[in-house]
């Protein structure tokens, strides 16, 4: 059964040494029709914050500054899909697995269904995702 805490455990257990988006840490487990398991992360490289500089923003909006400030390479659900590729696996048919916010935004869903995962879940809000 995949729960929240067993995506956090996996993730965990992937990155030891990650330093988490201080605003909103995401988690992300990628199942693939070969039952293969990927995690992502979103991950910071700036560890000398102490607090997110979009702490007040509303979600959606500024993220140029996890880029610029945070120096964020990607979303979680972009980290896990380069787990899958760098692995040679085969995305079509996957379905990802979310954790620590309530929805996916646009461009990862769409960076999603264009390597072939069918479906996303957002088990914080019980919200799914058809690709």
């Known amino acids: ?3 929240q805490e067993s995506i956090i455990a996996g993730c965990n257990n992937q990155y030891p040494n990650a330093t988490l ?3 909103r840490p995401l ?3 990628i199942i693939t029709a ?4 990927f995690y992502g992360m979103n991950c910071i490289n700036n560890s000398d914050l102490k607090e997110c500089p979009r702490q007040n923003s509303p979600t959606g909006e500024g993220y140029e500054l996890c880029r610029n400030v945070c120096r964020q390479g990607a979303h979680a659900e972009l980290h896990a899909i380069t787990a ?4 040679q696996a085969n995305l079509h048919g996957a379905k990802a697995y979310l954790t620590g916010h ?3 935004c646009e461009s990862c869903l769409l960076h999603m269904k264009q390597y072939g ?4 879940y957002c088990l914080d809000s019980n919200k799914t ?3």
Do not use: G, H, Q, R
């Open 1 to 3: 059964m995949i729960t």
């Open 21 to 23: 988006c201080l605003k």
């Open 27 to 29: 988690y992300v487990l």
């Open 34 to 37: 070969k039952n293969e398991y």
């Open 84 to 87: 899958c590729l760098d692995a």
């Open 102 to 104: 309530d929805y996916c």
């Open 117 to 120: 995962i069918t479906s996303a």
């Open 129 to 131: 995702y058809t690709l």
